[in-house]
């Protein structure tokens, strides 16, 4: 059974720093695109990021407000993928999910801000307060 498993998520002040894993199992990562969505209180779902299956190639894309902040990677050896945030600011405070395998682009993230994966993650939560 293929399992999504985020961490890294906490309280963390105005203009601080996290970084969020999103491991997986049961699944080869490395064949997939692999995204970062997140969702504040009485807020839609939003695309944070995601990455191509194909680092090679450096596609990677981002939500417009998270641009120069956040920077997705991913370790295929560790099947594990991962969102770096700085500077971030009480509106980024959300909960944070993984997802990977869109089904119509599996390894590309042409579709991504659709949120159209077939396995998400639990999601961990990220508060910025002071």
């Known amino acids: 059974q293929v399992q999504l498993v985020e961490s890294g998520g906490g309280l963390v002040q105005p203009g601080g720093s996290l970084r969020l894993s999103c491991a997986v199992s049961?699944?080869?990562?490395?064949?997939?695109?692999v995204a970062w969505f997140r969702q504040a209180p009485g807020k839609e779902r939003e695309g944070v990021s995601c990455?191509?299956?194909?680092?090679?190639?450096?596609?990677?894309y981002y939500l417009d407000s998270v641009k120069g902040r956040f920077t997705i990677s991913r370790d295929n050896d560790k099947n594990t993928a991962y969102l770096h945030m700085s500077s971030l600011s009480p509106e980024d405070t959300a909960v944070y999910y993984c997802?990977?395998?869109?089904?119509?682009?599996?390894?590309?993230?042409?579709?991504?801000?659709?949120?159209?994966?077939?396995?998400w993650g639990q999601g961990t939560q990220v508060t910025v307060a002071s």
């Open positions: 997802a990977t395998d869109p089904p119509t682009t599996p390894e590309s993230c042409a579709r991504w801000r659709s949120g159209d994966f077939r396995f």
């Open positions: 049961d699944f080869t990562l490395a064949d997939y695109a």
């Open positions: 990455i191509s299956a194909d680092t090679s190639t450096g596609y990677a």
